[in-house]
C-alpha cells in the first residue's frame, strides 16, 4: 500500500493538505474572486460597465472551479484529474462555500489519483470516478460543513458584539500569526464568513497588515528595499525559517497586531469583507477590500483608518518593541536577514 500511494504522489501528511493545498486553495481564490473584485473596484471607479457587469460577476461565479484547480494542482494531480477537478470545485462551493470546495476536490482527486492510468479506457474513468467521488462528497458533507464554518464565524460576531475589545485583539492576532505561518489565512477568513465591523474582519485585517508591515520595518536595516517591499507588500511568511531560528522575533509585530486590531474596531470603526480581511498589505488587497467594505464613509476617513491601523501604527509599535528586544539582547544582528 505504501509503494502504490506513494507510485499515485498521494502524501497524507499536514505538510501537503494542510500547507500545501491550503496555500493553494488561496490563490485559487485570488485568481478568480479576488481578480473579479479589484476589476470591478476599478470599473466603478473609472465607469467601465464591461469590468463591473460581465467580467466581474464571471470571475466570481468561477471561484469554485478556480480553487477545484488549484487544490487538485497542490494535490500533484494527473491532467485528466486535474481537469475535472474543476467540475467538482464548482459542485463544492456551490452546495458548501470554500470549505466544500476544498474537501469534495481534496477526496475525489485523491480517488481520482487512484485509477488513474490503471485502465485502457482512462480517459473515461478517471474523470468519471473524480467527478462521481467528488460530487458525493459535496453533496453530503458541504451543506454541514459550511454550516459548521458559518456558525463559527457567527459565535467570532456573537463575541466581538458581547466583548469588542477582547475580541479585537484575540481575532487580530490570531489571524495575523495564520497569516505569517505557511497557512492561507485568506483561505481561513473566507471559510468563517468574517466581514463587516461587529464580524471581526477589521481586527483581522489589521493584525495581518501589523505583521507584514512590522516584519518589513524591523528587518529593514538588514534586508533593505528589496526586503521592505518583499515582506511588506508579499508576505511575512518569508520570515518563517528565521522564526524557527529565533522565535522572538515574532513578538513585536504580534503586539503590534494586538494593539491595532482593537483600534480598528473601537476607535476608526473600520470595515472589511472575508477577502480582505486576511490578505493584510499583501497586493494592498486588504486595504482595496476595506474601501469595498465602506462603500458610503468618506474617503478621508477611510483612508485615515487604513494608514493609522494597516501602516504607521504597526510601524512605530514593532520597531520600539524590536529596539527594547535588541537592547536586552533577544534579538541580535542577523536574525532577520532573508535568504531568497
Not at 515574532?250 to 503590534?256: D, E, G, R
Request: net charge neutral; with cysteine; aromatic share 8%.
Amino acid at each position: 500500500m505504501k509503494e502504490f500511494l506513494k507510485r499515485k504522489e498521494i502524501e497524507i501528511s499536514w505538510q501537503r493538505y494542510g500547507i500545501d493545498v491550503l496555500g493553494s486553495m488561496a490563490y485559487g481564490l485570488f485568481a478568480s474572486l479576488l481578480v473579479g473584485t479589484i476589476l470591478n473596484t476599478i470599473g466603478k471607479e473609472a465607469g467601465i460597465q464591461f469590468l463591473t457587469e460581465y467580467i466581474s460577476p464571471i470571475a466570481s461565479k468561477s471561484a469554485g472551479a478556480a480553487i477545484g484547480i488549484a487544490v487538485a494542482y497542490a494535490l500533484k494531480a494527473p491532467p485528466l484529474v486535474l481537469f475535472a477537478s474543476a467540475v467538482v470545485g464548482t459542485a463544492g462551493y456551490e452546495l458548501g462555500g470554500p470549505v466544500g470546495t476544498l474537501f469534495s476536490v481534496l477526496i475525489g482527486a485523491e480517488f481520482g489519483k487512484m485509477v488513474s492510468k490503471e485502465t485502457k479506457i482512462d480517459i473515461l474513468i478517471t474523470p468519471i470516478v473524480t467527478i462521481l467521488i467528488g460530487g458525493v462528497i459535496a453533496s453530503f458533507l458541504g451543506p454541514p460543513l459550511n454550516a459548521l464554518m458559518s456558525g463559527i464565524g457567527a459565535v467570532i460576531i456573537q463575541a466581538t458584539n458581547l466583548r469588542p475589545f477582547l475580541m479585537g485583539v484575540i481575532v487580530s492576532v490570531i489571524v495575523g500569526m495564520v497569516l505569517t505561518l505557511p497557512i492561507s489565512s485568506a483561505a481561513l477568513c473566507m471559510m468563517l464568513g468574517l466581514a463587516g465591523l461587529a464580524g471581526g474582519a477589521a481586527a483581522a485585517a489589521a493584525g495581518c497588515s501589523a505583521q507584514m508591515i512590522g516584519f518589513a520595518v524591523i528587518s529593514f536595516k538588514e534586508n533593505g528595499w528589496g526586503g521592505l517591499s518583499a515582506i511588506g507588500i508579499g508576505t511575512s511568511m518569508l520570515q518563517v525559517p528565521n522564526i524557527m531560528r529565533n522565535w522572538r522575533i515574532w513578538i513585536p509585530p504580534t503586539i503590534a497586531s494586538a494593539v491595532v486590531g482593537p483600534l480598528s474596531t473601537l476607535v476608526f470603526k473600520m470595515e472589511n469583507t472575508p477577502l480582505g480581511s486576511g490578505m493584510g498589505t499583501c497586493g494592498l488587497v486588504g486595504q482595496i477590500e476595506a474601501f469595498n467594505a465602506m462603500e458610503g464613509v468618506p474617503f478621508m476617513s477611510v483612508l485615515t483608518g487604513i494608514l493609522a491601523t494597516h501602516i504607521i501604527l504597526p510601524a512605530i509599535i514593532s520597531y520600539v518593541f524590536y529596539a527594547i528586544l535588541k537592547n536586552i539582547g533577544w534579538i541580535k544582528d542577523g536574525d532577520l536577514k532573508l535568504n531568497y
